[in-house]
């Protein structure tokens, strides 16, 4: 059984960076796709960028193109997830996830192991 655990949340003002880290165990992690998605309060889970299993494509929302850069390692079962030029509207919990398969990504529905969450705060 694949677990998962993120860290790296916080804190900050709105133009800072954070990078987001999460530690899978217990199984193959380069036998998974990987994802991030969010949840602010009030709303739906909501995909932000995925990773397929040896970190060949990469995938995002479009709101976060160009600040936002998923990537892994392997070697150290890991997924990041570095996040630049933050604003207000990034504040969420952020998850990690995985799956075997890669189809529909975008999907929160679609993973089928979750991290505990990690709060991003974003303030003015």
């Known amino acids: 059984q694949l677990q998962l655990v993120e860290s790296g949340g916080g804190l900050v003002q709105a133009g800072a960076s954070l990078r987001l880290s999460c530690a899978a165990s217990g199984s193959t992690f380069s036998n998974y796709h990987m994802g991030w998605c969010r949840q602010a309060p009030g709303n739906e889970r909501e995909f932000v960028a995925a990773i397929t299993r040896n970190g060949g494509c990469t995938y995002y929302v479009d709101y976060v193109k160009g600040r936002f850069t998923i990537s892994r390692d392997n070697a150290e079962n890991t997924v990041y997830l570095q996040m630049n030029s933050l604003k207000p509207e990034d504040t969420a919990v952020y998850y990690c996830?995985?799956?075997?398969?890669?189809?529909?990504?975008?999907?929160?529905?679609?993973?089928?192991?979750w991290g505990q969450g990690t709060q991003v705060t974003v303030s003015l």
């Open positions: 996830a995985a799956n075997r398969r890669l189809s529909a990504y975008d999907l929160p529905q679609n993973y089928n192991y």
